[in-house]
């Protein structure tokens, strides 16, 4: 069974930083895309980054990029996403999902099949 546990959330201060983590079981990270994900109250899910399953490469939302870094420990079989430089409109529910399917990565929520529960990342002012 897939199965996505996201941790790693919390509050924070602008400009800080928190480090999220995507404990997989049920499938090797190296052999499935993977990207995360946030909504915010009243906002569509968008996409943050993705890292791809063919080549290991990473994609970011022009809104976190040099801020952001999705990574990949094969041993843990975990995916990371350290966020640095917070901000507040950085404040949503935070995501990760991954699909057997999908070539290359994307950052459309729709292209993906499995998802974690969620953690809440809150940036204050």
């Known amino acids: 069974e897939v199965q996505l546990v996201e941790s790693g959330g919390g509050l924070v201060e602008a400009g800080g930083s928190l480090r999220l983590s995507c404990a997989a079981s049920?499938?090797?990270?190296?052999?499935?895309?993977i990207g995360w994900f946030r909504q915010a109250p009243g906002k569509e899910r968008e996409g943050v980054s993705c890292?791809?399953?063919?080549?290991?490469?990473?994609y970011y939302a022009d809104s976190v990029k040099g801020r952001f870094t999705m990574y990949n420990d094969n041993v843990k079989n975990t995916v990371y996403l350290q966020m640095n430089s917070l901000k507040p409109e950085d404040t949503a529910v935070y995501y990760c999902a991954a699909d057997p399917l999908l070539y290359g990565s994307s950052l459309y929520p729709a292209d993906y099949t499995y998802w974690g529960q969620g953690t809440q990342v809150t940036v204050s002012a």
């Open positions: 049920g499938f090797t990270t190296d052999d499935y895309a």
């Open positions: 890292i791809s399953e063919s080549d290991g490469s990473t």
